[in-house]
């Protein structure tokens, strides 16, 4: 990797970590309107240097500043998922580290507005892991935003597969996922999932979203089953699980199994 490839891939990892640290304090419910961000144990507002994603922790060793107190470490991981969906998608998308893939010319007009959508699409996808995480609902329009984002990439010449297979493969993920929450009965399963699969199916094609299902079922199984031996949990069919932010970390997996360029 160049110089100026590896710079850039760091500004994309930071970028996202900050993005993410937004929507942190964005989709907390209990938020404080017009309020800078403060510690919830002693409510002191933060300062700037506090607020650094991903280095304030480190640095102050997951505690506050002022109480001491523990952070939780669920803050400092988003942060770090962020980071790690941009430095992804940049690696993919812009330097084709995928399978077979090809580096973006950045002169092209409609590769940068190809690779902007697809920030754009994984941004809001941040925003819906975070939302799911912390209350397990998910806007519609947030829902139909990330379907309208995938929609879009179908019609640019850069998209890894044709328009046609695109759609059947987001329509024989959502149809899949409908089965297996029909037939399983598992509750776990919501409509949001169904949304994003499809929108997942659009983004990927037929390999990439095999690839990110796989990897995000299993993955789901792993965390169900380690929270039983755990003893948090008795009960692995109760179990309430956020499946958006593991559809997301599929996702970036998948992308890793698709051809962009
Ligand atoms: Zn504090």
Same mark, same amino acid.
């Given at each position: 990797? /160049?110089?100026?490839?590896?710079?850039?891939? &760091? !500004?994309?990892?930071?970028?996202?970590?900050?993005?993410?640290? =937004?929507?942190?304090?964005l989709t907390d419910p209990n938020r404080l309107r017009k309020r800078r961000s403060y510690c919830p144990h002693c409510r002191e507002t933060l300062r700037w240097y506090e607020m650094i994603p991903l280095l304030s922790y480190l640095r102050q060793a997951g505690k506050c500043r002022s109480c001491g107190k523990k952070i939780a470490f669920q803050h400092f991981f988003g942060e770090f998922m962020g980071g790690l969906i941009f430095l992804s998608v940049f690696l993919t998308v812009f330097l084709g $580290?995928?399978?077979?893939?090809?580096?973006?010319?950045?002169?092209?007009?409609?590769?940068?507005?190809?690779?902007?959508? &697809? =920030?754009?699409?994984?941004?809001?996808?941040?925003?819906?892991? +975070? /939302?799911?995480?912390?209350?397990?609902? &998910?806007? $519609?329009?947030?829902?139909?935003? !990330?379907?309208? *984002?995938? *929609?879009?990439?179908?019609?640019?010449?850069?998209?890894?597969?044709?328009?046609?297979?695109? !759609?059947? /493969?987001g329509m024989a993920a959502g149809g899949l996922l409908s089965l297996v929450s029909f037939f399983h009965g598992w509750k776990k399963l919501g409509e949001a999932d169904i949304f994003i699969v499809v929108s997942m199916g659009f983004v990927l094609g037929f390999a990439g979203v095999a690839a990110g299902l796989i990897s995000a079922s299993v993955s789901g199984i792993i965390i169900c089953f380690a929270r039983k031996w755990g003893g948090s949990v008795t009960d692995i069919y109760r179990?309430?699980?956020?499946?958006?932010?593991? *559809? !997301?970390?599929?996702?970036?997996?998948?992308?890793? +199994?698709?051809?962009?360029?």
């Amino acid at each position: 990797m /160049a110089m100026q490839h590896f710079l850039l891939a &760091v !500004l994309m990892f930071f970028f996202g970590a900050a993005l993410a640290s =937004f929507f942190d304090v964005l989709t907390d419910p209990n938020r404080l309107r017009k309020r800078r961000s403060y510690c919830p144990h002693c409510r002191e507002t933060l300062r700037w240097y506090e607020m650094i994603p991903l280095l304030s922790y480190l640095r102050q060793a997951g505690k506050c500043r002022s109480c001491g107190k523990k952070i939780a470490f669920q803050h400092f991981f988003g942060e770090f998922m962020g980071g790690l969906i941009f430095l992804s998608v940049f690696l993919t998308v812009f330097l084709g $580290l995928g399978f077979g893939g090809r580096r973006m010319d950045p002169w092209n007009m409609s590769a940068l507005v190809y690779s902007s959508l &697809v =920030f754009g699409y994984f941004a809001l996808f941040l925003l819906i892991s +975070f /939302a799911d995480t912390k209350t397990f609902l &998910v806007s $519609l329009s947030w829902l139909l935003g !990330l379907n309208a *984002l995938a *929609l879009l990439l179908l019609f640019f010449p850069q998209h890894p597969s044709s328009a046609f297979v695109s !759609l059947a /493969a987001g329509m024989a993920a959502g149809g899949l996922l409908s089965l297996v929450s029909f037939f399983h009965g598992w509750k776990k399963l919501g409509e949001a999932d169904i949304f994003i699969v499809v929108s997942m199916g659009f983004v990927l094609g037929f390999a990439g979203v095999a690839a990110g299902l796989i990897s995000a079922s299993v993955s789901g199984i792993i965390i169900c089953f380690a929270r039983k031996w755990g003893g948090s949990v008795t009960d692995i069919y109760r179990m309430k699980l956020p499946f958006a932010p593991l *559809l !997301l970390l599929g996702t970036i997996f998948g992308l890793f +199994f698709t051809r962009f360029f």
